[in-house]
């Protein structure tokens, strides 16, 4: 796939368990952040987003927690299932009016049956 | 209502070559912003295109270009194609507003032999 080079962290998880996947972000005037599922051969998946107003959002089955205070943003996925399995990507927008994401490396996120 | 669709899905260029890839946003979204995606660098911003304009550029040789039409379908252009551009070219769709979310293509595959 097009992270393999990348050498990204991976996430083993047992189906069913609660997945935490983490990401430092560095520039402090980023207001707007975006959680992305890509699959393999697949385009990045909208997940959730969050906005620097708030310290939490929920969906269906994830959770975004953002801390400004050390730049930190986690995706937190409950009863992880097989079809969970992809390489997540937090993006953040750093400039205002435009759509220019910056996004980390990336985590895989491997569940086991 | 249709997603973001980005064709052609596969390109092989020889090198020195030059490629034209489309991309038709989301209906009624007027912004398009294109990435490449390699193993070595991940996600990167190539540009951004609003309402025909250029809003925001990133760090790509100027062999890396694109246009937005009155439909706000984009293409990208990439000329003197050498073989570190083989990759996964995203467009990203989204309404243009403040903060909103950006929803991506499947991706052109691109091979530069």
């Known amino acids: 796939g097009e992270n393999v080079g990348l050498h990204l962290p991976t996430l083993s998880v047992q189906e069913g368990d609660n997945s935490i996947i983490n990401c430092a972000y560095s520039n402090s005037a980023s207001d707007y952040f975006i959680w992305y599922k890509q699959e393999s051969g697949k385009g990045p998946q909208f997940i959730i987003d969050?906005?620097?107003?708030?310290d939490k959002r929920q969906g269906q089955r994830v959770t975004v927690l953002l801390n400004k205070t050390v730049k930190h943003l986690s995706l937190q996925i409950a009863a992880t299932q097989p079809g969970d399995s992809a390489v997540y990507f937090c993006?953040?927008?750093?400039?205002?009016?435009?759509?220019?994401?910056?996004f980390g490396s990336g985590t895989k996120l491997n569940v086991k049956p | 209502k249709a997603g973001v669709t980005q064709t052609p899905r596969y390109l092989i260029k020889t090198r020195g070559q030059q490629v034209t890839l489309s991309c038709s946003p989301i209906?009624?979204?007027?912004?398009v912003s294109w990435y490449q995606q390699t193993p070595g660098q991940g996600l990167q911003f190539l540009f951004e295109?609003?309402?025909?304009?250029?809003?925001n550029k990133g760090n790509f040789p100027g062999r890396f270009s694109g246009r937005q039409f009155s439909n706000s379908r984009s293409e990208m252009n990439v000329s003197t194609l050498e073989l570190g551009d083989s990759a996964l070219y995203l467009c990203?769709?989204?309404?243009?507003?403040?903060?909103?979310?950006?929803?991506f293509g499947q991706g052109t595959r691109l091979t530069v032999v």
């Open positions: 993006a953040e927008n750093s400039l205002l009016g435009s759509d220019k994401f910056y």
């Open positions: 209906s009624g979204h007027r912004s």
């Open positions: 295109y609003f309402s025909e304009t250029q809003r």
């Open positions: 969050i906005r620097s107003n708030m």
């Open positions: 990203a769709s989204s309404s243009g507003a403040l903060n909103t979310e950006a929803f």
